[in-house]
C-alpha cells in the first residue's frame, strides 16, 4: 500500500507568503505535511531537532500508536506474534512482507542452518581481542568484516537474499564467540539439528566435555524476547541504517552502522543500565525511594532506566509481555532475584509519582528484559548484543525497503547556521 495525497496545508509564512504544501496520509490515517519543496518555494526549511515530529521516509514494515500502546509489523498484533510466532518466522515476515508458507518456511529454515558458520579465518579476530572488550564492539566489527569475506556484497546488483540469509545467521554465531572468548571458553560450533533460538543457547552454554540440552522454556523465552526487539519502526538505530545506506554502503555496513547507534545507554545499551542501575540500588541498600528522589531532582542528572520512550506515552505494549514472561521464567527456573522486587518496587513508586505522570514515563522495553536475560544465564554486557540479535531482521527489512525503493535519495538533512560570520584570516604572529 503505498500513501494517499489528498488534501493539502497552507503554511503562512513571515511577510504573509502563503505556501500551499500537499498532505501525505497513511493506511492507518496518520497525516503528514510533505515539506520536500518549500526551501525551493520559500527559502524556508524547518527545524526539528531530535527529529521529535518529523518522519524520514514512508514505510509499510511496522505500525505504532503510541497514545494506544499498539505495536504492529506486517499488520499483525505484537502479543499475538509473540505468542504464536516464532524469531525465524517474525524475521520473514518483516523482511519479505508475509508470512511464508510451508515450502518457504522450510527453505528460509534450511537456509539459515546451512550458513551459520562463519569463515574459519574470522576466528583469529577473536583471539585479537582483549578479553575485557565489550562484545557490541566486537560484533559490529565483525559485522563489517563480512564485507571483506562477501566482496560481492559491495555490488547492489549482487544475490541480496543470500547476503541477507548470511547475515541473519552468523550474527547468531559471532554473538556467542563473542561471549565464548570473553569467558575464556572454546567456540562452540553451531549445530544443525537445532532450531534458531536453541542454537544460539547451545553455542552460548555448551562445553565440549558435557551434554547441553536445551530447555523448551529458555528457547521459547528467546524466541519471544527477539520477536518484541524485531522492529520499531524509524528508531535511532533503524534511522542510522537507513541512513548509510541510503549513500550506497553495502548490507554488513549499514548493519554495522545500527549495532554502533544501538550500542548508547539511551538506546539499546538501556537494557544493561537497567540492570546497573538496580544493582546500583541494591548496593546502597536497596532504597529504590532515595534513587527515584534523586532522579525527579535530577541529582547527577540521573534518569530512571528503562522508563519513557519518545513514541509510547501511555504504556509500551512490549514492556507488558516481558513483566509477565520474567515471572514465568524466574518460576521456571526457581529463581527468586532480588533485582526483581526492587524493580517491582520502584515502578509501583514511579507510577504513582506525579513527576513521572505528568512526563507520562512508563516502563519500557528494557526494564524488565534484563533481569529475564540474567535468568537465562546472559551476562549483563551482552544484553545489547541481545538486543541487536533481535533487531537484525527490522533493519535488514528497513535496509530492503530503502534500496527497493525508487524514490530514495541520500539522506541529507538541512541545518540553521548560527556561528560566527564571515571574518579575516589573521596570520599565527599577529594574534
Ligand atoms: N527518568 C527521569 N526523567 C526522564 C526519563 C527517565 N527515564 N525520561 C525522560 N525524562 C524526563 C526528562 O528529564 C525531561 O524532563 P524535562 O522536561 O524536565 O527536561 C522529559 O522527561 C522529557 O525527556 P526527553 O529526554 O526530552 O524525552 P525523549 O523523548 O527525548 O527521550 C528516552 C526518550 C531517551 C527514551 C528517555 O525517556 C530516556 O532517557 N529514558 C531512559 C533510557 C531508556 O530507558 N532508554 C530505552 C528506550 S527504549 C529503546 O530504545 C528500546
Avoid at 52 to 69: A, K, R
Avoid at 130 to 148: C, D, E, G, I, Y
Wanted: with cysteine.
Amino acid at each position: 500500500m503505498s500513501a494517499e495525497t489528498k488534501q493539502t496545508a497552507k503554511l503562512v509564512l513571515p511577510a504573509g507568503k502563503e505556501i500551499t504544501l500537499p498532505v501525505i496520509t497513511g493506511s492507518e490515517d496518520e497525516h503528514a505535511v510533505d515539506i520536500k519543496t518549500l526551501r525551493a518555494d520559500s527559502g524556508f526549511i524547518t527545524l526539528d531537532s531530535g527529529f521529535m515530529n518529523t518522519g524520514s521516509t514512508t514505510s509499510g514494515i511496522t505500525y505504532l500508536d503510541g497514545e494506544e500502546g499498539i505495536l504492529r509489523y506486517r499488520g499483525y498484533a505484537i502479543e499475538e506474534l509473540a505468542d504464536k510466532s516464532d524469531f525465524v518466522e517474525v524475521s520473514y515476515l518483516l523482511i519479505n512482507g508475509k508470512l511464508p508458507n510451508v515450502a518457504e518456511r522450510k527453505a528460509f529454515s534450511t537456509a539459515l542452518t546451512r550458513h551459520s558458520l562463519i569463515h574459519e579465518d574470522m576466528h583469529q579476530f577473536f583471539a585479537g581481542y582483549p578479553p575485557t572488550s565489550h562484545p557490541m564492539a566486537v560484533l559490529s566489527a565483525m559485522v563489517t568484516s563480512m564485507s571483506a569475506y562477501y566482496p560481492d556484497s559491495l555490488d547492489r546488483n549482487s544475490a541480496i537474499d543470500l547476503h541477507i540469509t548470511r547475515l541473519l545467521s552468523k550474527v547468531r554465531t559471532i554473538a556467542a564467540f563473542a561471549y565464548k572468548k570473553s569467558i575464556g571458553q572454546p567456540l562452540m560450533y553451531p549445530k544443525n539439528s537445532l532450531k534458531y533460538c536453541a542454537n544460539f543457547l547451545h553455542m552460548m552454554f555448551a562445553v565440549p566435555s558435557e551434554e547441553y540440552e536445551v530447555s523448551p522454556v529458555l528457547e521459547k523465552a528467546v524466541n519471544q524476547l527477539l520477536i518484541l526487539h524485531a522492529d520499531h519502526e524509524q528508531n535511532c538505530s533503524t534511522s542510522t541504517v537507513r541512513m548509510v545506506g541510503s549513500s550506497g554502503a553495502n548490507l554488513y555496513a549499514s548493519i554495522a552502522a545500527g549495532i554502533l547507534a544501538l550500542w548508547g545507554p539511551l538506546h539499546g545499551g538501556a537494557n544493561q543500565a537497567v540492570i546497573e542501575m538496580l544493582e546500583d540500588v541494591k548496593a546502597n541498600g536497596g532504597d529504590g525511594k532515595k534513587f527515584i528522589d534523586d532522579v525527579k531532582n535530577k541529582r547527577d542528572n540521573r534518569r530512571l532506566m528503562g522508563f519513557g520512550h519518545r513514541v509510547y506515552k501511555n504504556f509500551d505494549p512490549r514492556a507488558k509481555i516481558l513483566k509477565k514472561m520474567c515471572d514465568e521464567v524466574l518460576a521456571h527456573l526457581g529463581i527468586k532475584d532480588p533485582l526483581l522486587d526492587i524493580a517491582k518496587a520502584m515502578e509501583e513508586v514511579a507510577l504513582k509519582d506525579d513527576y513521572f505522570i505528568s512526563k507520562k514515563l512508563y516502563p519500557n522495553v528494557d526494564f524488565y528484559s534484563g533481569i529475564i536475560y540474567r535468568a537465562l544465564g546472559i551476562p549483563t554486557n551482552m544484553f545489547t548484543v541481545m538486543f541487536a540479535l533481535g533487531r537484525l531482521p527490522g533493519w535488514i527489512a528497513h535496509w530492503k525497503e530503502m534500496v527497493d525503493d525508487p524514490q530514495t535519495k541520500i539522506g541529507r538533512p538541512r541545518q540553521i547556521y548560527t556561528g560566527e560570520k564571515l571574518r579575516k584570516y589573521v596570520a599565527i604572529e599577529s594574534r
